[in-house]
């Protein structure tokens, strides 16, 4: 078998198997959280609550049309401009909320932890529902230029980006904002929320407080692990751009690119089951 049908028959089945969980799993969190007012009054949960429905659309618009494309040979990308255009438009403002949303849950955890009053008065709901607002309406604007700047190019019949100093500007965002830094952000945030609770006799006590925290302290490992090997495969890819390469390497690579996006889908499938 070759390296191409082994990358489309897990395109397909492990597609098929993450679309079906983060679905559900996501949709489950949603009707838990929402359920309870208290979760739902609750800064961390809140980023959760977003989080969980930003995931949702996120697995919906990217998994579908990759798993459509793998097992029919049906790619809009390729013959709808429009679609080029909305998809990765979509792709990319949807993953900064969630990566973000993230990010925050971790912060709002080590604020919520601390011996320090006036570090846990930071961590209330009206400054979150403050800060949701903001990052909904920066993470919508950053997404404009792919509408702009990507099309379906001429020579390749591909869905990519026609302004060099934009596709530069991309890479370097998903090193820095999908990939490096959040798992620099929640593994710091993650070890001093951890250290506060250990440190902390009366968090120590609260289930409820030490629960949520263990669960956002799994999610940092989570993130590690599902993250990290695209991290590294992108930047792999900035370094070598400049190389020619023979066909059997673009394949090798084209199998890697499948593995390690197929495991970066379990953050938006898995993070929110812990």
């Known amino acids: 078998m070759s390296l191409l049908y082994i990358s489309q028959q897990i395109t397909i089945y492990l597609g098929l198997f993450l ?4 679905v559900v799993g996501n949709g489950l969190l949603i009707l838990t959280f929402s359920a309870v007012r208290t979760y739902r009054k609750t800064p961390c949960t809140f980023y959760f609550l977003i989080r969980s429905a930003d995931n949702i659309a996120f697995i919906l618009i990217n998994l ?42 971790s912060i709002d955890q080590f604020l919520a932890t601390s011996r320090n009053a006036n570090l846990r008065r930071l961590s209330n ?7 949701i607002v903001t990052v909904l309406i920066v993470c919508c604007l950053h997404g404009i230029p792919a509408i702009i700047f990507d099309d379906i190019l001429p020579n390749i019949q591909m869905c990519g ?22 798992i620099i952000i929640m593994v710091v945030f993650g070890y001093l929320t951890y250290h506060n609770i250990h440190s902390t006799r009366f968090l120590a006590e609260q289930q409820a407080d030490r629960q949520l925290a263990q ?3 799994m ?20 370094i ?8 059997n390497r673009l394949l ?13 889908y379990f953050y938006y499938v898995v993070c929110l089951l812990i």
């Open 19 to 22: 679309l079906i969980t983060g």
């Open 64 to 105: 579908i049309s990759r798993i459509v494309s793998a097992g029919y040979g049906i790619d809009l990308t390729r013959t709808s401009v429009v679609w080029c255009k909305i998809r990765q438009y979509f792709v990319l403002t949807l993953g900064f909320i969630s990566f973000t949303c993230s990010c925050l849950a």
């Open 125 to 131: 709901i009206k400054w979150t529902y403050r800060i």
């Open 161 to 182: 980006i026609t302004n060099g100093n934009y596709s530069i500007y991309i890479t370097v965002y998903v090193l820095t904002f999908s990939c490096i830094g959040p």
């Open 215 to 217: 669960m956002v302290l």
């Open 219 to 238: 999610e940092v490992v989570l993130v590690v692990i599902s993250i990290s090997p695209y991290s590294i495969n992108t930047l792999y890819n900035l």
């Open 240 to 247: 070598t751009s400049g190389i020619v390469k023979d066909t």
């Open 252 to 264: 090798i690579e084209s199998f890697i690119f499948t593995i390690t996006s197929q495991l970066c």
